[in-house]
């Protein structure tokens, strides 16, 4: 199964047809010269393929294609390269269900969340097409007689996007749609442990190309590799713009290289969501939401639930519900269609999540239910977990901390200034959401004294964003915004011009000059 599905994706290099290719763009297709990459699949733990990444001097030619490709590409008008995103949407509608099957293949989401995240590029797809014909800057009145100002967005140069494991394909998306109908070029650094996902990505690209032989073959790349292929075009210069998705860790070595040599960096990093569930909320709308946040993706979203600040007046029948709930969760096989709670990405996230069960403990958190491994007996290589709710103080440490794996801590609390507070005292800032029916409520959660989130929603979960808006947090999770509103403008750089059409040469600030 696996190998019929890398032979329909045809991500072989041109020199051998078995050989999975490290660098991908246009009419490159090469093995690459560095360390080999084994790739597993989270499902059974079994190895999938074998990479050889790309080296440090591959890794340069890319920079350098990209680079010449960019001179090409900025001059194309931007709804042609609209039309270009169109083809290209269109070939991720073709190929959805297979697309998907390689993210459950090789992330383990469940078949049906693999499946909203080819529909999220599928989406972006289509935002950026209409973007392509709305790339405006403002016209702004001049101080000065017979003088107009104005603002015009060119092109950037070429971006690096470097991606986590958990969005394989979406966040790439995210990016490069925008960035394309911007006039960018785009090299793409995926998270070694989901490389297939990004090779399949780039051979639609290519495929796309061929319908526009005027567009330069290295509009987009891919290069695989580990971290040391991130931090090397972190470091390099002919990069304005990194966009990094991934760790708080891996966020703050990125900015630290980036900025180094004054470059931009746009980070989406880790975050530590919370809900706040009022004593007038309708409980069974809030246990659906609580639900899908906190056990969605097996808790490895950046917008997983991880903290449920609960009025105490209705904490004990909220947590007993949860409980009955979380017990009944099908846990399994993320082919399966029943299955709602597929396996962790490997066995540093379990060992990880139990880590911090045990320290929750320590703090005097007691577990509620979950938290345990499962063991399949065709798969006593995958990673498969209950689950876990312990209810804790909301001064542990441990709660202040993303662990990536599906913990919800429950936190009690008596007044509504609380829970905003309890609420705000991480160094996260990524989503969060309310459940209430009290309007003074929803209202100040939203206010400027309410979440301190990029994210803060009324009566939803904290995962599942719309690619409409922007997306992105603050504190910790990097200030980064992405996807829909005038995230755009992040890949595009702004000039403000003044244009004087009378005879004379006034200055500004009234200056009289000689
Ligand atoms: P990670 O930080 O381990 O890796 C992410 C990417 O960064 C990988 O491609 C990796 O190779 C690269 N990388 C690592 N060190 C680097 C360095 N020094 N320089 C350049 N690149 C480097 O993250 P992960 O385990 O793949 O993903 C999980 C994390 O990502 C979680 O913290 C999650 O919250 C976060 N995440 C955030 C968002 C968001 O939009 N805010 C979305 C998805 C995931």
């Not at 609960?310 to 299955?339: C, F, M, Q, S």
């Not at 936190?411 to 829970?419: M, N, Q």
Request: proline fraction near 4%; include cysteine; aromatic fraction near 6%.
């Amino acid at each position: 199964m696996i190998n019929q599905l890398l032979n329909q994706l045809d991500i072989y290099t041109h020199a051998n047809q078995s050989e999975i290719a490290a660098v991908m763009g246009g009419n490159t297709r090469l093995k690459g010269e560095g360390e080999k990459l084994q790739v597993y699949s989270p499902i059974d733990g079994s190895p999938v393929a074998t990479i050889n990444m790309a080296s440090k001097a591959q890794v340069d030619q890319a920079i350098q294609r990209a680079s010449e490709a960019f001179i090409k590409i900025r001059t194309i008008p931007a709804p042609k390269r609209g039309d270009f995103v169109r083809v290209l949407g269109n070939l991720f509608r073709e190929r959805k269900l297979q697309l998907a099957e390689l993210i459950t293949l090789e992330c383990g989401k469940i078949l049906q969340e693999s499946l909203g995240e080819v529909q999220e590029v599928i989406d972006i797809c289509d935002f950026a097409v209409g973007l392509s014909r709305q790339l405006h800057g403002l016209t702004i009145v001049s101080e000065r007689p017979n003088h107009r100002m104005m603002e015009q967005w060119h092109p950037l140069g070429p971006v690096v996007v470097i991606s986590a494991f958990n969005f394989p394909m979406a966040v790439w998306a995210w990016n490069t749609m925008l960035a394309i109908v911007c006039g960018d070029t785009v090299i793409w650094k995926p998270s070694e442990k989901t490389p297939l996902c990004a090779l399949a990505c780039q051979r639609l690209i290519d495929e796309s190309l061929n319908h526009f032989p005027e567009f330069p073959c290295a509009l987009s790349q891919v290069v695989v590799g580990d971290y040391s292929v991130g931090e090397q075009l972190s470091r390099d210069s002919r990069i304005p713009l990194v966009s990094a998705t991934g760790s708080v860790p891996m966020g703050i070595k990125v900015a630290k290289a980036v900025s180094a040599r004054l470059g931009r960096s746009l980070l989406e990093l880790g975050g530590n969501n919370a809900m706040i569930v009022s004593a007038s909320a309708e409980i069974e709308l809030a246990l659906r939401a609580i639900v899908f946040s906190a056990v969605g993706t097996c808790g490895q979203r950046c917008t997983t639930l991880r903290r449920l600040i609960v009025h105490e007046r209705i904490a004990d029948d909220l947590a007993a519900r949860l409980k009955v709930t979380y017990e009944g969760l099908p846990i399994g096989d993320p082919n399966n269609p029943a299955t709602l709670v597929g396996p962790l990405i490997d066995r540093q996230a379990f060992n990880l999540m139990q880590s911090a069960i045990t320290e929750a403990k320590q703090a005097g958190g007691r577990l509620i239910c979950g938290g345990e491994r499962v063991i399949f007996a065709d798969k006593e290589n995958g990673f498969y977990v209950r689950p876990a709710i312990i209810e804790i103080d909301s001064l542990a440490d441990v709660a202040k901390q993303e662990t990536f794996a599906p913990i919800l801590y429950l936190i009690r609390y008596h007044v509504f200034s609380d829970a905003i507070a309890i609420h705000n005292a991480v160094p996260q800032g990524l989503s969060s959401a309310i459940f209430t029916t009290d309007l003074r409520e929803a209202e100040l959660f939203l206010s400027v004294t309410g979440s301190d989130c990029g994210l803060a929603n009324v009566n939803i979960g904290t995962s599942g964003a719309e690619i409409g808006g922007a997306f992105g947090g603050e504190k910790e999770t990097g200030g980064g915004r992405e996807s829909g509103s005038d995230a755009w403008k992040n890949y595009m750089r702004r000039t403000t011009n003044t244009i004087n059409f009378g005879n004379d040469i006034p200055l500004a600030q009234g200056i009289t000059f000689g």
